[in-house]
């Protein structure tokens, strides 16, 4: 069993950076392919950003690409998303996820074996 637990969302000005955290607890963290998505208010939850297990490799969606960083510590069972340049479309519910010794494809289409609450970023314009 793993838990997630996302922080650092709040509301901030369109143009200014954020970074989102993600602490985990239970199974060996590094072993998990992990990933942030995000759903904006009547809107699908969309795939935002991940990192896998082995080899350590990013992908990102287009709508974010150049923008945000995701990252990860496995010594402190903890990912990031930075976000910087923040739009007011940004604004959305963000959530991270986890599936374990997972590739890309699964954990981006949402197949998760863990999810966190969420935390709420809003972007004002």
Do not use: H
């Not at 950076?17 to 990933?35: E, N, P, Q």
């Not at 150049?66 to 923040?86: E, H, P, V």
């Amino acid at each position: 069993q793993v838990q997630l637990v996302e922080s650092g969302g709040r509301l901030v000005q369109a143009g200014d950076s954020l970074r989102l955290s993600c602490a985990a607890s239970g199974r060996a963290f590094r072993d998990y392919t992990v990933a942030w998505f995000r759903q904006a208010p009547g809107k699908e939850r969309e795939f935002v950003a991940a990192v896998t297990w082995l080899p350590l490799t990013t992908y990102y969606a287009d709508s974010v690409k150049g923008r945000f960083t995701i990252s990860r510590d496995n010594a402190k069972n903890t990912m990031y998303l930075q976000m910087n340049t923040l739009k007011p479309e940004d604004t959305a519910v963000y959530y991270c996820a986890a599936k374990y010794r997972s590739g890309y494809e699964q954990i981006s289409a949402g197949r998760a074996d863990y999810w966190g609450q969420g935390t709420q970023v809003t972007v004002s314009s």
